[in-house]
């Protein structure tokens, strides 16, 4: 590109206005000097300075006292989207080299908590039980606004490349920099004072410390902070103008209204308006349409060709490669496309948790197979885009159930167990996982299912205690298992001699199961019920498509529709065929009238 050849010492003026969607992200600071959007850039840098040498955050300096340390930095670049693609805002920030602070590298704390996702589905399904409205806040520079203690301050030296108007070389901090090691826990205690300071009626939760409910005026409050993220829930709308004078009057923040994106997640919430003008949600969709486009085009997925029924062959199994057969050139890219496969099955897309997790342990002995296999969960993924975490109430069902299951030496390499999970919160899919049993190896499938039980209970213990912690219920966890041996092996009193060799953390599933304190209830359903099954292996076709993910999640199409439109595509590909085998027929017809004639032609000649 002709831009790019253009002297680094060129003037932003001189460079375009619009902005080069298609141009990747600059690794350097030059780099972005060279791009086509460096007139961007240059805005993004000059504004992230200008916050630094705030004069409450930092002192400028245009040189440093000898002896003092002082830690480097680098600009990090980043072209942020909206969800649906768009162009939100050019992002320029100033990183600090944190671990050669040597004088606080072994003894500072760093600690800084981050909510998991879980909690953060569960924040949905609670609006949606409670009537509560999800708002959306984002704290701008949140670490620099984090003070630091004054005998933990440090210089900076700007960036390589950058030449400050002023002539200043860097900055004596007085508060945090993204990229040392102490800013993430001073921007969490600064928030968490933020929280106990204006609002003392909200508590923190116990089991996930970025989980703050409570009740202002009779009102139930919900607050859950991702870093520099604020999620707000709540009914009353004086309360939420309350919290957004008290939160822009003491950080830089930015109020994007309803949710609508969160973590790269597109968050659809549909409402209905009240007599009284008050809106409330009454589902909400979770999905990664954008990401997964852009995931193709990042791994030269043909798009365009018959994309396969389901993310995995049923039964794979690919053998582990010895050391010295390992290539190397492709560990990177099975890396990054795991990686991203792992994020898009954590957060929306549970129907391929378990192929993805399966794969996941070729990351460090990669092979083509392995990377091939990836591919096809990705062109999968993508065939099957509009697919979303549907979140719809239903008042009816309990409070949590959970499912249950194993595949008995699933595992052809170790012949270990994999044992899934899944729960839901009235209805509605806010946790799942899959994994294998490493520390045992089942004897019989009724151990396997046993050790899985237990590991399910575990998972489904924690939210329990979070929702208990503020909404008291003598409620139990209603956990389905399709194997009624395990189901007897739980309740009964007696501990049979059959799994006396289990390790003894596995066996707390039966004071869970009976008791005064008895937390959860266990129900058989037959195989075909349990929805946990497709985290223990690759289904087939005809189980994958329709009977569990539909019971999963709820999609944008319900299953009558979705037959009734493969029905009509099976159709219309039917006729397209037999239309191409009609016009050939006929072109053959033709070709041998005009044989013949030419045979009778030669004949009457003759």
């Not at 705030?54 to 000898?66: I, K, L, N």
């Not at 791994?299 to 062959?313: E, G, H, L, Y």
């Not at 390992?326 to 890396?335: N, Q």
Request: aromatic residues 10%; contains cysteine.
């Amino acid at each position: 590109m002709l831009l790019a050849l253009r002297d680094a010492d060129s003037d932003p003026a001189d460079f375009p206005s619009d902005a080069f969607m298609d141009e990747p992200d600059p690794a350097t600071y030059r780099q972005a000097r060279l791009s086509p959007n460096w007139r961007q850039w240059h805005k993004a840098i000059q504004s992230e300075i200008d916050g630094i040498l705030q004069p409450d955050r930092a002192d400028p300096v245009t040189a440093f006292p000898p002896g003092s340390t002082v830690l480097p930095s680098k600009f990090v670049f980043k072209l942020k989207k909206l969800t649906d693609g768009s162009l939100d805002k050019f992002k320029a920030r100033c990183t600090t080299r944190g671990d050669m602070d040597r004088a606080f590298y072994e003894e500072a704390e760093t600690f800084a908590p981050t909510p998991q996702l879980t909690t953060f589905r569960l924040l949905l399904a609670l609006c949606l039980k409670h009537r509560l409205m999800p708002y959306h806040y984002d704290v701008s520079q949140a670490f620099l606004q984090a003070l630091i203690p004054e005998d933990e301050r440090y210089y900076v030296r700007f960036p390589k490349g950058y030449i400050h108007p002023k002539g200043y070389v860097g900055a004596y901090m007085k508060k945090a920099l993204y990229g040392h090691r102490t800013s993430g826990r001073l921007w969490s205690e600064t928030a968490h004072r933020f929280m106990t300071d204006r609002y003392p009626t909200l508590s923190r939760s116990t089991y996930d410390e970025c989980l703050y409910i409570g009740w202002i005026d009779t009102q139930l409050f919900i607050v859950l902070i991702y870093v520099d993220d604020f999620i707000v829930a709540c009914a009353d709308e004086l309360s939420r103008a309350r919290f957004h004078t008290d939160i822009m009057s003491t950080f830089q923040a930015t109020y994007s209204g309803v949710l609508n994106q969160f973590l790269q997640l597109r968050v659809d919430v549909q409402t209905e308006t009240l007599p009284t003008g008050e809106s409330y949600p009454t589902r909400i969709e979770l999905s990664h349409e954008r990401s997964i486009t852009d995931l193709c085009a990042k791994f030269s997925i043909d798009t365009d060709k018959q994309p396969p029924r389901s993310p995995m062959a049923e039964g794979l199994s690919l053998p582990i490669p010895p050391p010295d057969t390992i290539d190397r050139s492709i560990e990177t890219p099975l890396r990054s496309l795991i990686y991203s496969l792992l994020w898009l099955a954590r957060t929306v897309r549970p129907d391929i948790y378990y192929h993805v997790t399966y794969l996941a342990q070729f990351c460090h002995q990669p092979t083509v197979e392995a990377l091939t296999a990836a591919k096809r969960i990705l062109h999968y993924a993508y065939s099957t885009r509009e697919y979303t975490l549907g979140m719809p109430i239903d008042s009816t069902a309990p409070q949590l159930t959970a499912f249950c299951d194993s595949d008995h030496a699933g595992d052809t390499a170790t012949r270990n167990s994999v044992s899934g999970y899944c729960l839901y919160f009235h209805g509605m899919l806010i946790d799942w996982w899959s994994k294998k049993q490493k520390s045992c190896t089942a004897l019989h499938s009724t151990e396997a299912e046993y050790v899985a039980m237990s590991e399910a209970c575990t998972s489904a213990l924690a939210i329990y205690n979070t929702l208990t912690e503020f909404f008291p219920s003598a409620e139990t966890i209603t956990i389905n298992v399709d194997n009624s041996a395990v189901q007897t092996l739980v309740t009964q009193r007696a501990l049979s001699s059959k799994l006396k060799h289990i390790e003894v953390r596995y066996h707390a599933v039966r004071n869970w199961c009976q008791g005064p304190l008895r937390k959860f209830t266990p129900v058989w359903i037959p195989t075909d019920d349990n929805q946990s099954d497709i985290f223990t292996k690759a289904l087939p076709i005809t189980k994958h498509g329709v009977p569990i993910i539909d019971k999963l999640t709820a999609r944008l199409l319900d299953i009558k529709d979705r037959r009734v439109k493969l029905v009509e595509k099976l159709r219309t590909a039917e006729a397209q065929k037999l239309h191409a085998q009609q016009q050939k027929l006929q072109q053959q017809q033709r070709q041998d009238q005009i044989v013949l004639a030419s045979l009778q032609r030669q004949n009457l000649i003759g």
